[in-house]
């Protein structure tokens, strides 16, 4: 089961800073948090992943708290393309299960 | 980056009848893939494991002799859609694993919209 909590939906103007949450409070010491995304009808597309520092690579940055038990996504200038579901995961690295994921609406 | 493929794209059976979905990573060497279903306006489900040269690990509620998992080599793994019933219809997509220093990504397939009349 899915083992992460996110809001359902978010807008974000185009250009600004997206800024995406996720709550794991059961995540354990070994788990890996990631991140993938998912336009409509497509496979999903891997983002970032990190385990307890902060990590940046060319498509956003991940921030996940002291105690591991939430982190955020950021894309820090969101275009209509980013316009996706975005799910985060909790897993060893081996079985990912998917959560209902956040629908990100970038406005023009 | 890791490319994986799927085909087909889209296929739509009649009732009865049985349909083999392909996934390739085309430019890396996956010792394990998985198979997810997504039915529309829903999350992905992952259905099972697939390991190459060993049978697949089943998640609880799907059924093993319906859905069929091969993976025969290090880049190909199928999902054969058994006896495929209206209710099967639905979105599947693979993925495999890549291992880098430990750290496993998945890398997913495009998916293949399955229809059954």
């Known amino acids: 089961d899915a083992k992460t909590t996110q809001p359902t939906s978010m807008d974000c103007a185009e250009g600004r800073a997206a800024n995406l949450p996720c709550n794991h409070s059961t995540i354990s010491g070994n788990e890996y948090v990631y991140w993938y995304r998912q336009i409509h009808s497509q496979g999903p597309q891997y983002i970032i992943h990190?385990?307890?520092n902060n990590e940046t690579n060319e498509m956003a940055s991940l921030i996940i708290t002291e105690d591991r038990k939430s982190s955020t996504l950021i894309l820090p200038h969101a275009t209509l393309r980013d316009t996706a579901v975005y799910y985060c995961i909790v897993s060893l690295g081996y079985q990912f299960y998917f959560g209902t994921g956040t629908s990100l609406t970038v406005i023009p | 980056g890791a490319v994986v493929s799927q085909h087909p794209s889209w296929v739509i059976c009649k009732s009865g009848t049985s349909v083999k979905i392909e996934c390739r990573s085309l430019?890396?060497?996956?010792?394990?893939m998985f198979w997810y279903r997504q039915f529309p306006k829903q999350s992905l489900m992952l259905m099972a494991t697939?390991?190459?040269?060993?049978?697949?690990?089943?998640e609880q509620g799907v059924e093993k002799d319906k859905f069929l998992i091969n993976h025969a080599s290090l880049t190909l793994s199928t999902l054969t859609v058994t006896s495929a019933h209206p209710e099967d219809s639905s979105f599947y997509i693979c993925?495999?694993?890549?291992?880098?220093?430990?750290?496993?990504?998945?890398?997913f397939g495009p998916g293949t919209r399955l229809t059954v009349t």
């Open positions: 993925s495999a694993s890549l291992p880098d220093r430990g750290e496993y990504e998945q890398y």
């Open positions: 990190g385990l307890k």
């Open positions: 697939s390991n190459e040269g060993s049978k697949a690990t089943y």
């Open positions: 430019d890396f060497q996956a010792t394990t």
